[in-house]
């Protein structure tokens, strides 16, 4: 079978031929349709990424359908359409990971293959309403998104949230699935265009500003009519600063990444004075993903795809995601 698979860091990923694997006890084969990249496979590449283990198919989000049964496996028939879980090994407690978690893709292979193996008990069915490209766009980042903003910092309908980066493939669902479930929704990005794409898509987004605009924060509360009830950040770094100023008193901020790296300093004064809550979060549980497919099945959500690249074409889908000039999801057709 063909596999996209990393040698090393700083070295391109490579289309290679390898033994298509069997299903082991409890195991289902799935043939995969399509994979979907995520801001992890590049930082593997860079070299970024704690515990790199190589050679290795990369790859956390697929959608296909079975094509082999393991000893053991009840429940599922050979053509059943599914997606997979993301992530492994979360363990029994929903309020975090275990030990042994590890997201799917490095150092167990990965989606970015036409067959892969996972234990029954991770594929799901695929959303009827999805195409292949759809179905694999929505895991990792549908899952990050919906524990993000649900499971970690409670978003109701009706609060007003601010999702920044709205380019990202996280950023965008946690704004999708946000206004999907009645909250008020506005965004920022680094990028005019990105941000007026997103205004125009039919998510039901409130409005917008560029980040890089000097005074967004006061600009953007004015607009919005008032401070931010939650706020669902993957940058961190020196703009959480302004995060701060923007949230409305007894605020929540809930951030899943540090794209700009640690927050340089925390005026301790500004969080106890407003009543801020600071939260993180990773992933999700199986149950955060059964909770996410539910709200995606019940509105009938469809994750942005950015564009679509042959798996044999995986190298270049991962510099186009590195460029960063994609709004919503980078996918391989596999
Ligand atoms: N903890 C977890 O489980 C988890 C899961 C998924 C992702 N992450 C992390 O979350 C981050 C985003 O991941 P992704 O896969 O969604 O990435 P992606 O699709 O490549 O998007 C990159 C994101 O960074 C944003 N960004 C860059 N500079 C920014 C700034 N100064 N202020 C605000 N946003 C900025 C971009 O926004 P614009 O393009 O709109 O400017 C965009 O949202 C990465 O750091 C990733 O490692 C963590």
């Not at 698979?5 to 031929?17: C, I, K, S």
């Not at 790199?52 to 790859?59: A, D, V």
């Not at 941000?195 to 605009?213: D, F, Q, S, T, W």
């Not at 995986?314 to 995601?321: D, K, N, P, Q, T």
Request: charged share 15%; net charge neutral; glycine share 12%.
């Amino acid at each position: 079978m063909l596999a996209l698979q990393l040698d090393a860091p700083h070295q391109p990923a490579v289309a290679r031929e390898i033994p298509t694997p069997q299903p082991a006890t409890n195991e289902v084969l799935v043939r995969l349709h399509a994979a979907a990249l995520n801001h992890r496979d590049v930082w593997i590449q860079q070299g970024q990424y704690a515990g790199i283990k190589l050679p290795c198919t990369l790859g956390a989000d697929g959608s296909g359908e079975i094509a082999a049964l393991g000893a053991g496996v009840t429940g599922w028939a050979v053509g059943a359409p599914v997606l997979i879980y993301p992530g492994v090994a979360w363990g029994n407690e929903q309020r975090a990971q275990g030990r042994d978690f590890r997201v799917l893709g490095m150092p167990d292979p990965g989606t970015f293959a036409e067959y892969t193996t996972v234990p029954a008990h991770y594929v799901r069915p695929r959303p009827a309403h999805l195409s292949w490209e759809q179905a694999a766009a929505l895991p990792l980042a549908g899952l990050t998104a919906y524990r993000a903003a649900f499971g970690r910092a409670r978003v109701q309908a009706g609060e007003r949230v601010l999702v920044t980066g709205v380019g990202g493939g996280v950023a965008l669902q946690a704004a999708q699935f946000c206004a999907a479930r009645g909250a008020e929704v506005w965004v920022t990005s680094g990028d005019d265009d990105k941000l007026a794409r997103a205004l125009g898509l039919p998510l039901g987004l409130r409005g917008g500003l560029n980040y890089k605009a000097e005074n967004w924060g006061r600009t953007l509360t004015q607009q919005a009519g008032g401070g931010f009830d939650v706020i669902v950040d993957s940058a961190a770094g020196a703009a959480f600063g302004t995060l701060l100023d923007v949230a409305a008193p007894g605020g929540r901020l809930v951030f899943y990444g540090a794209t700009l790296g640690n927050v340089p300093q925390l005026p301790a004064a500004k969080v106890f004075w407003k009543q801020l809550s600071i939260l993180g979060s990773s992933m999700g549980s199986e149950q955060d993903f059964d909770d996410m497919l539910a709200l995606v099945n019940e509105h009938q959500l469809v994750p942005v795809v950015d564009k679509v690249f042959p798996l044999a074409e995986g190298e270049a889908a991962l510099r186009y995601l590195e460029a960063g000039r994609q709004l919503g999801k980078v996918v391989l057709t596999c």
